[in-house]
């Protein structure tokens, strides 16, 4: 196989590059007519829904979970936004538990839940858990978290908890500050919502944390100026959220001569990070992101998950309109602790078939990734084959909302997956997962 192995950069940025590629450009930017289609790798083309829900390879079929503005319980309600998402063991062997994040401020259906469960009153947002059986039906959800606002993504711990990610600096009409982390036991046994405040305040999008060293790895959406990547190493390296509650230190990833991610286009490039110190997490005058002089940056941070010894996180596109470096649809990238470096695995171009990653998940199958789409056009799920290759997992048929919540089933049979808006709607996916192609 004939690989190219320049450096496409900017920025006199070349000398921090070391080249290492996997594979061809064209099974990255799906060139191919099996890319299009969906034949050539991957589960087969998608089959229309005579529902007009969601379409989906052959073999493979989905149920409706919960959807917003379902009754829970008396004055209780599903809230709306659904978004970032993961899975837990449930209370019996075969169950599943979900904890499922509502992205809302001061709009949309609110997250209702008892005065020990509720952090601000006045803010909307917050999680809801649910379980189901081992086919996919749902057995019982409940707020487990309100009071929060924008909660966007988040990560697992491996504690088994999940760590829900507030996508906002404001204090706009509610009576705390915002911008925080916080834990959400799936299990019920820990109900006070307490900012971890060493994980920083900014906003927050996801977060993937290192089994060994309880290192947390933050993405921030923002811009004016764009978001960074963050690293949290907590003081206590005991084995609970103990640890993240005693605090550490929060610092921003930096590559020498790269000041923006979007100029690295050359799947396989690794580059080697340094990482500074961040003077005031807590932003209490000044954004995290603007005290720096000297920094990496990218456009729309979005995803992070941990899998295969790494921290994946995406960058979902940049436009060089808007003040990015160089325009690209969609990147996703790795950080290798061990070897304290960032590879691109994966760019998306403009005007290809998918667009705009954002949430993510690491697939037990084939050893790639499965992506939530928010961007341009049809909206889909999109998976990869451990040699890169793109191909459509499932396609939003009702109407222009993205995917978000992508993520598996403890034991790999299940993935779950939301509808964002429209109404907001969690399926669960079923199927021959084991016969990927490719």
């Not at 970032?84 to 401020?105: C, D, I, K, M």
């Not at 996919?136 to 088994?160: F, H, I, K």
């Amino acid at each position: 196989m004939s690989v190219s192995r320049r450096g496409v950069m900017k920025g006199g940025a070349a000398g921090a590059l070391s080249i290492a590629l996997a594979g061809s450009l064209d099974s990255v930017f799906q060139t191919s007519a099996g890319a299009e289609t969906g034949e050539a790798y991957g589960y087969g083309p998608l089959i229309p829904d005579p529902k007009g829900v969601l379409d989906l390879p052959k073999g493979f079929s989905y149920k409706t979970l919960s959807t917003e503005g379902d009754p829970i319980s008396d004055g209780v309600v599903v809230p709306g936004h659904h978004d970032g998402t993961a899975t837990f063991p449930g209370s019996r062997p075969g169950r599943t538990r979900l904890v499922r994040n509502h992205e809302q401020s001061n709009n949309g259906t609110r997250a209702v839940a008892p005065a020990a469960l509720t952090y601000d009153p006045a803010a909307n947002g917050g999680t809801t858990t649910l379980e189901v059986d081992k086919h996919g039906e749902l057995l019982s959800q409940y707020v487990s978290l309100a009071g929060t606002s924008t909660n966007c993504a988040g990560g697992r711990t491996p504690w088994g908890t999940w760590l829900t990610c507030e996508e906002t600096e404001g204090f706009t009409g509610q009576t705390k500050s915002h911008g925080w982390v916080f834990e959400v036991d799936p299990h019920g046994r820990r109900t006070k919502p307490v900012p971890l405040t060493g994980l920083g305040r900014f906003a927050h999008e996801a977060v993937a944390v290192d089994p060994d060293t309880l290192t947390a790895y933050l993405t921030e959406d923002a811009h004016g100026p764009f978001g960074l990547l963050y690293r949290f190493r907590p003081r206590a390296h005991r084995g609970d959220y103990h640890a993240y509650l005693q605090g550490g230190r929060l610092e921003a990833m930096n590559v020498r001569g790269v000041p923006d991610l979007s100029v690295v286009q050359e799947p396989g490039t690794r580059l080697h990070c340094s990482w500074v110190a961040v003077p005031d997490p807590s932003a209490k005058t000044e954004s995290t992101r603007t005290q720096f002089d000297t920094i990496t940056r990218s456009q729309k941070l979005e995803g992070a998950w941990w899998g295969h010894g790494k921290a994946y996180f995406v960058c979902s596109y940049s436009h060089k309109a808007d003040g990015g470096a160089a325009d690209h649809a969609g990147q996703v990238w790795t950080y290798d602790p061990r070897k304290n470096e960032i590879e691109l695995q994966l760019v998306f171009k403009p005007g290809g078939r998918f667009d705009g990653p954002d949430n993510i998940t690491v697939s037990p199958y084939g050893g790639g990734v499965m992506l939530a789409e928010d961007g341009d056009g049809d909206q889909h799920l999109v998976g990869t084959t451990k040699a890169g290759k793109p191909f459509a997992m499932a396609r939003n048929a009702l109407n222009g909302s993205e995917f978000t919540g992508v993520t598996f089933s403890p034991d790999g049979r299940i993935l779950f997956a939301n509808r964002q808006e429209g109404p907001g709607v969690t399926f669960a996916i079923t199927g021959p997962w084991h016969k990927l192609r490719g």
